[in-house]
T-cell receptor, first 116, second 111 residues
C-alpha cells in the first residue's frame, strides 16, 4: 500500500513569509507526528496527533509554528514569519496507535525548507 | 530525560568487511528500541523493533540485538548498497510517545 506522502518536496521562501507543509499518512494510521531534521542534528519532535484528541504541541519551538489535522487524516504544518533558522527537513510519520504498545513509526520523504 | 547515543559517528568498510554499530540508551523504562535506515534526501526507513533484552531480529545482512543498556546493529559482509545513515530511537514515555533519536552512524561501504 501507499506510504506516507508529503508535499512539497522542496520549498524555498523568503524570510518573513508564511509556509504550509502537507502530510498524508498511511491509511488507517491514527497517530501522526511531525519532526524536524536540521543539518548536522538529529530528528527533533515537533507535534503529535492521535485520533480526535487534542494534539501534543510540546515540541513546537515557538508560537510561529502550528499544525492541524483534518478529518483524522491529512495534516498541515504552518510556519509563520519564517526565519533562516527554520531551514531544515520537515518529516512526517504515522503509526498505528495502541495503548498497550509502542508501534513503529513510518516516515514520509520529507519537505526540505530553505529560508533565504 | 531519555538519551540515545550512537557510535561511531561514521564508519567506512570495505565490501565484505563485517562490523557492528552501537546504540546506547538511558531511559526510565525501556518500551522498545527502533532501528531505521536513512538514505540521503529521504525519510528514515523502518528496519527493526526490539522490545526486550536478549531479543534479536534479522533482515538480510543486518542483525539487531538488544541488552539492558545498549543495542547493536551487526552488518555481515556488507555491500555498497548498505551505505546509509543508521538511526536508533526509543519511544518517549508519555502521551505523545514521540521517538527520541540518536545522531546516527553514517556507514560507507566501499566496493
Amino acid at each position: 500500500g501507499a506510504g506516507v506522502s508529503q508535499s512539497p518536496s522542496n520549498k524555498v521562501t523568503e524570510k518573513g513569509k508564511d509556509v504550509e507543509l502537507r502530510c498524508d499518512p498511511i491509511s488507517g494510521h491514527t497517530a501522526l507526528y511531525w519532526y524536524r531534521q536540521s543539518l548536522g542534528q538529529g530528528l527533533e519532535f515537533l507535534i503529535y496527533f492521535q485520533g480526535n484528541s487534542a494534539p501534543d504541541k510540546s515540541g513546537l519551538p515557538s508560537d510561529r509554528f502550528s499544525a492541524e489535522r483534518t478529518g483524522g487524516s491529512v495534516s498541515t504544518l504552518t510556519i509563520q514569519r519564517t526565519q533562516q533558522e527554520d531551514s531544515a527537513v520537515y518529516l512526517c510519520a504515522s503509526s498505528l496507535s495502541q495503548a498497550s504498545s509502542y508501534n513503529e513509526q513510518f516516515f514520509g520523504p520529507g519537505t526540505r525548507l530553505t529560508v533565504l | 530525560e531519555d538519551q540515545v547515543t550512537q557510535s561511531p559517528e561514521a564508519l567506512r568498510l570495505q565490501e565484505g568487511e563485517s562490523s557492528s554499530l552501537n546504540c546506547s540508551y538511558t531511559v526510565s523504562g525501556l518500551r522498545g528500541l527502533f532501528w531505521y535506515r536513512q538514505d540521503p534526501g529521504k525519510g528514515p526507513e523502518f528496519l527493526f523493533t526490539l522490545y526486550s533484552a536478549g531479543e534479536e531480529k534479522e533482515k538480510e545482512r543486518l542483525k539487531a540485538t538488544l541488552t539492558k543498556k545498549e543495542s547493536f546493529l551487526h552488518i555481515t559482509a556488507p555491500k555498497p548498497e548498505d551505505s546509509a545513515t543508521y538511526l536508533c530511537a526509543v519511544p518517549h514515555w508519555g502521551s505523545a510517545r514521540q521517538l527520541t533519536f540518536g545522531s546516527g552512524t553514517q556507514l560507507t561501504v566501499l566496493p
